[in-house]
């Protein structure tokens, strides 16, 4: 009964419900644990059932035709975008954070009214700023998309005053999040300073990598894009 359970709630997740974002991993005691991360200590501990692809959840049309064409006009990665609002709001133009963040991209109330937007809850609104101030960041970071990520979290004030991606658990948290619905992965070195050269490459697999540490048995080419 628990395998036909366990086989039902896979097939369910793989349909882009709103919990499609989910994994499923099955821990040393035989439970069935849903969750939207994935550790390096669980990965060793537990069987991985189920793990979603980058964008698996379902985009409402609406947003995502509105996504494609400010993305066009903004001259700005698509699936950043996506990944951002995802992240912030899960499409919830209703959504308000514990920090009084609202809509679609978050936006605080300063950061909306520097795009000229008024009413928060406005998904259209909402989003056309979120689009427009994440390219403001992506050019002012020469396209650093961890940098870009860090600042949309935390400010850049923040993001000023420590030379680089602060060291704040809920930001890089944040960062890996995005970039994960991106189809990427970030590392962040414990001992390295916070501003430091960010690498990109290609594993033999495909998956595209983006780092402060590079490993010693890395092939390919590799990228220097801060």
Same mark, same amino acid.
């Given at each position: 009964?628990?395998h036909?359970?366990? *086989?039902?709630?896979?097939?369910?997740?793989?349909? #882009?419900? %709103?919990?499609?974002?989910?994994?499923?991993?099955?821990?040393?005691?035989?439970h069935?644990v849903l969750?939207?991360?994935?550790?390096?200590?669980?990965?060793k501990?537990?069987?991985? %059932?189920? @793990?979603?692809?980058?964008?698996?959840?379902?985009?409402?049309?609406?947003?995502?035709?509105?996504? @494609?064409?400010l993305?066009?006009? +903004?001259?700005?990665?698509?699936? %950043?975008v996506i990944?951002?609002?995802?992240?912030?709001s899960?499409?919830?133009p209703?959504?308000?954070?514990?920090?009084?963040?609202v809509?679609?991209? @978050?936006?605080?109330?300063?950061?909306?009214?520097?795009?000229?937007?008024?009413?928060?809850?406005?998904?259209?609104?909402?989003?056309?700023?979120?689009v427009? +101030?994440?390219?403001?960041?992506?050019?002012?970071?020469?396209?650093?998309?961890?940098? /870009?990520l860090?600042?949309?979290?935390?400010?850049?004030?923040? *993001?000023s005053?420590?030379?680089? *991606?602060?060291?704040?658990?809920?930001?890089?948290?944040?960062?890996?999040?995005?970039m994960? %619905?991106? #189809?990427?992965?970030?590392?962040?070195?414990?001992?390295?300073?916070?501003?430091?050269?960010?690498?990109?490459?290609? /594993?033999?697999?495909?998956?595209?990598?983006?780092?402060?540490?590079?490993?010693?048995?890395?092939?390919?080419? $590799?990228? $220097? $894009?801060?």
């Amino acid at each position: 009964m628990k395998h036909e359970t366990t *086989v039902l709630l896979i097939a369910w997740l793989s349909t #882009g419900s %709103l919990f499609a974002g989910l994994i499923v991993r099955q821990d040393k005691n035989g439970h069935i644990v849903l969750t939207n991360t994935m550790d390096p200590e669980s990965i060793k501990k537990d069987s991985l %059932l189920f @793990q979603p692809s980058s964008f698996s959840t379902v985009i409402p049309a609406l947003y995502k035709e509105k996504i @494609q064409a400010l993305t066009q006009k +903004h001259d700005l990665p698509e699936d %950043l975008v996506i990944a951002v609002a995802k992240a912030e709001s899960s499409f919830n133009p209703f959504a308000v954070s514990r920090k009084g963040a609202v809509g679609l991209m @978050q936006l605080m109330r300063d950061t909306a009214r520097q795009y000229g937007v008024f009413n928060r809850y406005n998904a259209g609104d909402n989003l056309e700023a979120g689009v427009k +101030h994440l390219k403001y960041l992506y050019q002012k970071y020469k396209q650093n998309i961890p940098l /870009t990520l860090a600042a949309y979290n935390a400010g850049e004030d923040t *993001v000023s005053k420590y030379n680089g *991606v602060p060291p704040y658990r809920e930001t890089k948290q944040y960062i890996r999040r995005v970039m994960s %619905l991106m #189809g990427m992965s970030y590392t962040f070195s414990a001992s390295a300073p916070a501003r430091m050269k960010i690498y990109k490459y290609t /594993t033999a697999a495909g998956k595209t990598i983006i780092t402060d540490t590079l490993p010693a048995d890395i092939s390919g080419a $590799i990228e $220097i $894009i801060n």
